[in-house]
């Protein structure tokens, strides 16, 4: 066995780093920083966030980052929950991403807007059992399903807001996988299933003799993956939204035709089930990870809410039908970063801040997901997007022609 | 064909958007917005973002959010261009993830350090071209190897960094999609090289006459998407990390032997496998996404680069072996974000601001990864994980054990 | 609009080709496809297949291909449905192939056998119905729910073995896809639901206003496909098989060590997760084709039945223990092509011919494929992989020395 | 540990298994099977099979099995290797299946045929070099680069038809991958390149002092598994054919239209990606492997084959344009299978017996999977699907109405 551990000498982060979340504490660390690291972050520094509050959201803290603030819209969503005009507040510095977001706002509200609906709402978490046999395996599933009604009493027991719905074993050989599915409410709620589902875990280890350990995550959930699995739902919220666009507004506002949205879903879509693409989609995790940003949600979350679905096709009058799957979203508009100053600010914006306002979050997120659709399928099928990089991002001016001649304008993509 | 276009009244952003990045823009902006929204938004006003700065970044400014930055260190890299001890920052509001990071660096550092390499670096988008045939796609595969030189004059010519190294075509039928893979310097290249690819496509189309159009992307490179194909390179930088923990190093810092943790691997890989996940890991994701926050990446690049390989084995001697696999990561260290005063605090912390500073970036991204994956898996295994989440995260206090009955302390995840 | 149609002259397969299944059809069929190949034909005549019983397996038939039958065993199984010593038919032309399987059966023989399990067993379609929109698409998703019995009743009519247990629909915008469930007892059970839906579709589209019309099966059950969702089960049979092979035994019957199974296991893992496999096995394939081909199965859902994993790991006490999951193994007893003589002379064998064997059928293929893993898995692991397919295969003899320089002996494979 | 071995009384298949290939031999281990299975199994008795051939294709045999035989046709092929009608082989038991492909065979060679080609020809295996360290890796895969030419010297001496053409290593940690790229001429090779590896792989270990072991297999080539990494190629023939139907021709002979193909392909696609498929296709399966049964060979290989992409789009004409991608399709026309006497016809049917033959044959195969593709597609866009199988499959008749309302007639899959 190596022994290396006295043989180095640590430079620790100073012993106030837990315990201290006042104004001096964070300072005092950020200035040993400085130091270890022979440079100035003043730069870290800003008002606004009161030290004290960032308890429960971060360790160690030297100060905070500013990621720039822009604002996208409007866009008229018809959902169950969110209903009218919206702007849609996206925190990223790609630049052009505002810009491409809204012309697909402004075009589908010159459509009659987005539809959107929340289809099925939960969270859920996969312990693993250890048996002796596949035969003890099998009595333990037999055991859970016999048992489910103390074990969701003790589970649910846990969590104010936290509902067990159903434990969905399954078997490998001699280990026992139990999906437990439970409704979360306005939360995420992947901290409050883990506490529920641990307390039930231990129940089962000490109340049915064939179980010999568990553990109580094993990412079947695909919590923060991407995985096939995350389509047959659990995960989150399954939202889906559709939109259908005129011809004639498709060609003024996007300078498109539907049969061109076609030729180019056909395209990348083919494109993609060659290099093994889960689902299908142009850029969700663009719109995703700006909306995270901006209103406080866990952003690590947008690599499973990114798998989904994007689809076009025709009317039957020659406009374009679009519809885009959102099988796995994990949004919350209480708990976790939703409390931070900027998210409360941006919640607002969207009448989502506070308890039950997480569907109507969902609908907003849906919607303009499939807004950033329509605009980058349209800029590449118009073949303006390289041009529209260019004249929103941060590259040097160079002469670029769209692929189909035409000028580029203003609000290409 | 539906008509709704004129019935709807739009109430659009004010004119000003585009063009105003001033101070008072901004501010009217939001003004603006605070009253269409009914609420107030003074949050979101913060020095430190010079406006102007945010051209090129982002559109319709209405100010900046803030998250929270924490230090996590110190981390030992044995790394061809990373040598020594490292604090790492992570912007997150996810309580715990700090530390947990923390307590697997200072258990690799403990450990003799983390190795680690930058394979490959490249980037590569793929457009498609449209034939009228098969046979004549042939033609065009053909025709584009024996064009190489030109295009990749072409190409060349549109960047200062950028250089073309190969052209790849495949053919679907009558289409030709083709691989077009890049050098890009220490920038995140995809503006680039979209810009470089859509000038040769631009010759392709003028030249080659089978070719009837052309888009300039399909997705085929999967940038901001999990797909199987970036295990085989060509979208931003390979890296390998490794480590080798002596059992008694891991049962002090981490309360678990090499044993428990290969059984915590063998039951969380069996479960991704189950859930048909791409690649397999623990929570890239969550290490991934507070490092792109606070360093000015783009961080829907984290859905690519959040695929990849960890693995653990036994050594010779009793130890634990692990190493973890970034098949396709994409950091910068000029360009896109990482211009904002917060952005180049951070990159300073590491060192890595500016030009010829982006294979260190990566190699500290690697190993900051693979040391999340041995905390976060040490607490699954050990038990700690749910009480770990119960210490620092924002639950109410709840009586949790520790699965294996032992007491939870200070460092447990 | 192209009209080729007709320019070209066609010599159709005579008209006797559907009517016709006597012999003197068959034999006039075959004389013609002679004339027309100029080639001679007799080796595809041949007795035992009565003709006139093909009608309903096949159409334009000129008689019937022989593929060799090797016997392997013994194989012992603890199932709940075999238990006892098994012989195994295997229809192949891959040498080493039967010889391999046989080792794996002596090996778990001599461990105490194979346990094995058949834990669901099922079979399903999915149907599309159109609407108009989203909202009506969810009104359908309602108004199944709400007339799950009528449906039932009417889909049930049309089969004597076939229940309907559930319906499972999701939208993915105006599109309802509606998983159909059923029991197909020992058949294989695709004609039938298939049949089934269709008249339940007819039923949806006659009585609920808001279906435009629907396709009977998209696909997404994955019949004939490796899909990630089978994982999620539905699709024919889940059986799980599991084996304890003691060091001592692996030792003299493989000539390897626990612990090189375990690397070997590490190491193709590692690989297929590298290259984007669905699930983790060796070779499912080889064993359940040529069990398929000899008993009448329909060997075209290998397909699907060969998505699943293998698992490897080491008990408390040093052995090897071993699981196989097949999550969708679609095998009958009666019906498709279990009639013909020798796929009855091979389900004798297994004492699977007729009704109430589907179950036992299934464990047996089960138990085999583990048996089939563990051989090659170890083949590989004791370097002997190469040297084996050289003894039993039909290349030309080749000094090939085993990769631990160990003699490789007659049992290799 | 545990010990079973002397405690079980094994009835082994007697001695003269392995060397006895004569008639004798043959039928005594038949008599022997029938006594100790309490079954007569003289169905499995036939002439045509000389069983001293066998040697090479199987072990323990005991007979032979007997599948029918139909013939489909005449499909109109525009091949480089192939061309002018030809009638093709379909081993199978699955009634409908004959006559479904053979519909879309009419349908093609009314519009013209089928134009294909094959793009690629390789055969790879990936065998694992174990080192000490991620540094030595790096090493080997350095040093494997630098002796390419003896390595393929080494690797090509023990073939007669196989060529090395690349060795691409990869690391994973401390382990490296190396994907060994083959020419292989006729044969399917896999046993081939197995041994050429295995012997360079000797060299490696003796020469390059950073090699610990190696396994000449991983399973990262997906020889006979479902996996992404086919779609990059290397394992067989890419194969890419493509057809054009006339609308009127559509409408004749598959009773459908442009407009209802590009539905029902919308729609099964977006179920498949929903299900998380590998690829998109109809049943690619069901044609390769009645073909794969028929002309002798490895038909485990189909797991692997059946991975590829149907696409169907509208032609500026308003006609029917599809094409259909088969990246890894596995045949031999030498070696293996194809030896026995029915292989032999069969392939003589195709004029592709013998050497020289492999790339007509996998021509023939493309052409052939589309001709499947496009039946099936029709008769589920018609509404004929479930109507067609109840016509010559072996379901008791029953009544059934299209889903369009139209009469099923005679060619309706």
């Known amino acids: 066995m190596t022994e290396v551990d006295s043989q180095i000498t640590l430079a620790l982060v100073p012993r106030y780093r837990h315990q201290g979340y006042s104004e001096e504490d964070v300072q005092a660390r950020r200035r040993w920083l400085e130091t270890v690291c022979s440079t100035d972050l003043d730069e870290l520094a800003h008002d606004g966030l009161s030290t004290e509050e960032l308890r429960g959201n971060i360790e160690n803290p030297v100060g905070c980052v500013q990621v720039p603030l822009g604002i996208s819209g409007p866009m008229v969503v018809n959902g169950n929950h969110a209903q009218g005009q919206f702007y849609i507040p996206l925190a990223t510095t790609e630049g052009a991403l505002v810009r491409s977001y809204e012309r697909g706002m402004v075009t589908t509200a010159r459509s009659g807007g987005v539809t959107v609906r929340v289809i099925d709402d939960e969270n859920s978490i996969v312990p693993v059992f250890h048996c002796e046999s596949l035969i003890q395996a099998l009595e333990l599933c037999e055991w859970i399903g016999e048992n489910f009604a103390p074990l969701a009493a003790i589970a649910n027991a846990t969590t104010q807001f936290g509902c067990l719905i159903a434990i969905e074993p399954f078997v490998t050989g001699k280990d026992v996988y139990a999906r437990f599915r439970y409704q979360v409410g306005d939360a995420h709620g992947m901290n409050m299933i883990t ?45 889906v939204a559709e939109s259908i666009l005129p011809a004639g507004v498709l060609r003024t506002h996007l300078r498109v035709s539907p049969e061109q949205m076609l030729d180019m879903w056909h395209s990348t879509l083919t494109a993609q089930l060659h290099s093994n693409s889960t689902g299908y989609n142009g850029h969700f995790a663009n719109g995703l990870t700006a909306m995270f940003i901006a209103l406080g949600q866990d952003v690590a979350n947008v690599t499973n809410s990114a798998v989904g679905l994007t689809s076009f096709s025709m009317t039957g009058g020659g406009d374009l039908y679009m519809s885009i799957v959102l099988p796995s979203l994990t949004v919350a508009t209480i708990g976790g970063g939703t409390g931070t100053p900027t998210s409360q600010a941006c919640l607002r914006i969207l009448g989502c801040a506070g308890s039950g306002k997480a569907l109507r979050l969902a609908e907003l997120v849906g919607a303009t997901v499939l807004c950033g659709e329509l605009s980058m399928g349209a800029a590449i099928a118009s073949g303006e997007f390289a041009a529209a990089h260019e004249r929103y991002g941060r590259n040097r001016p160079h002469q670029i022609q769209a692929s189909n001649g035409m000028p580029v304008s203003e609000v290409s993509v």
């Open 195 to 239: 506490r529920a589902t641990s307390v039930a875990c231990q129940f089962v280890k000490s109340n049915c003799p064939v179980v010999l350990g568990f553990l109580v995550t094993t990412g079947a959930c695909s919590e923060k993956r991407a995985s096939g699995v995350l389509f047959s739902g659990g995960k989150g919220k399954r939202v």
